[in-house]
């Protein structure tokens, strides 16, 4: 069963998932050339902190970072750690916390100084897919319309999308039913309901879609070796227009 969020979650869950937008800004802000990705994890811990907040990944089956921060050909889950950030990388930051009992989780691809025209156009067809996906998050909608909204935006764009991991129901638990897939044919699936509260995430490759666990155990890379990216948007279904609950305020 997809988990129905009363009025009172709700509420909770925009404060969990404003505090998820807000660290996220902040930690992009620190997003530079020399900086290594564990002094952005460290930063987001103390940003997390600051605002009552804890990360929803540290120790989620044994995840060691705060965040995650997944480089160039990384698509998510890299671990932060001794890894610089040079001019040209492009840098995905995924910024999961729980607050008072919810949890909010959000993502972006920052490109630092970059100048392949290829590049760019990735991470701008990933923040359109998003865009997209969320406009079919619609009461009476069917959950594969989503799934189906970003596979056409970046098959159009002439991208491949991860097939291994997906997007995810959101609530108490950072996972809850449903899965949602970045792909398939639209119309299929549970029916969306109001109060449904959802965390899409496309991840877009520039070549092949297939992907790979580093020696890490943890940071997923493409298998071959070229760009991915990854961003992601916690959103509550409503009878009207959907709410984009990862949005800082200015
Ligand atoms: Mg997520």
């Not at 009172?8 to 998932?17: D, F, K, V, Y």
């Not at 889950?77 to 607050?99: A, E, K, N, Y």
């Not at 899965?179 to 959802?198: A, S, V």
């Not at 997923?220 to 760009?227: E, I, N």
Request: charge should be negative.
């Amino acid at each position: 069963m997809i988990p129905i969020k009363t009025p009172a979650e709700l509420q909770r869950m925009r404060a969990s998932n404003r505090i998820a937008a807000e660290v996220l800004r902040a930690t992009v802000a620190q997003v530079r050339p020399g900086v290594t990705t564990a002094e952005l994890g460290e930063f987001a811990a103390i940003e997390m902190k600051r605002r009552g907040a804890r990360s929803a990944f540290l120790g989620y089956r044994g995840f060691p970072g705060h965040i995650c921060v997944s480089v160039n050909e990384e698509v998510v889950h890299g671990i932060p750690g001794p890894r610089v950030i040079h001019v040209g990388d492009i840098v995905s930051l995924d910024v999961g916390v729980v607050f008072e009992g919810f949890v909010g989780d959000t993502a972006t691809t920052v490109a630092v100084g970059v100048t392949d025209a290829d590049a760019l156009r990735l991470i701008a067809t990933a923040e359109q897919a998003l865009k997209e996906a969320i406009s079919q998050a619609k009461a009476g909608g069917r959950l594969s319309d989503i799934s189906h909204a970003v596979e056409r935006v970046a098959t159009e764009a002439g991208f491949g999308v991860v097939r291994d991991f997906v997007g995810h129901g959101i609530g108490r638990r950072m996972h809850e039913e449903p899965q949602i897939p970045n792909f398939g044919p639209p119309g299929r699936g549970p029916t969306l309901e109001p109060g449904m509260t959802l965390a899409i995430e496309p991840m877009l490759t520039m070549g092949d879609w297939r992907v790979r666990v580093a020696a890490d155990g943890w940071t997923v890379v493409t298998v071959d070796g070229r760009l991915s990216v990854h961003v992601e948007h916690t959103i509550a279904i409503h009878d009207n227009e959907p709410e984009v609950l990862t949005l800082a305020l200015p």
